[in-house]
């Protein structure tokens, strides 16, 4: 599986961004699809998982109830929607994507198949 990200910028806070995660390659609908975010200096961490089917949500608690994670199976992506951002948000954004990845193991960065490239957020006050 490939992917790639994109939707990354500068924005004020309180602003909003949505990030997009394409993928390519064998049938991502049935990939478990997720973000991590690195800031500068700071170890990878989670940021939010959706199941392949749509139906199960899961968020770090520093972002629930400001960000949302979507997905299109028919077009084989994965949303990422960023309100009220802060400037600890800032951070390079990654997609990852899994198969076999169990509900108890999505937090952490090491139990993920694949990863995107990363994509930019910073956040200014």
């Known amino acids: 599986v490939q992917l790639q990200a994109s939707g990354g910028g500068l924005v004020q806070a309180g602003g909003s961004l949505r990030l997009s995660c394409v993928s390519s390659?064998?049938?991502?609908?049935?990939?478990?699809m997720g973000w991590f975010r690195q800031a500068p200096g700071k170890e990878r961490e989670f940021v939010a998982a959706?199941?392949?089917?749509?139906?199960?949500?899961y968020y770090a608690d520093s972002v629930k109830g400001r960000f949302t994670i979507s997905r299109e199976n028919a077009k084989n992506t994965v949303y990422l929607q960023m309100n009220n951002l802060q400037p600890e948000d800032t951070a390079v954004y990654y997609c990852?994507?899994?198969?076999?990845?169990?509900?108890?193991?999505?937090?952490?960065?090491?139990?993920?198949?694949?990863w995107g490239q990363g994509t930019l957020v910073t956040v200014s006050s």
């Open positions: 990852v994507a899994d198969q076999t990845i169990i509900t108890g193991a999505l937090r952490q960065s090491d139990n993920w198949d694949y």
């Open positions: 390659g064998r049938t991502s609908s049935r990939y478990f």
């Open positions: 959706i199941r392949f089917d749509g139906g199960s949500t």
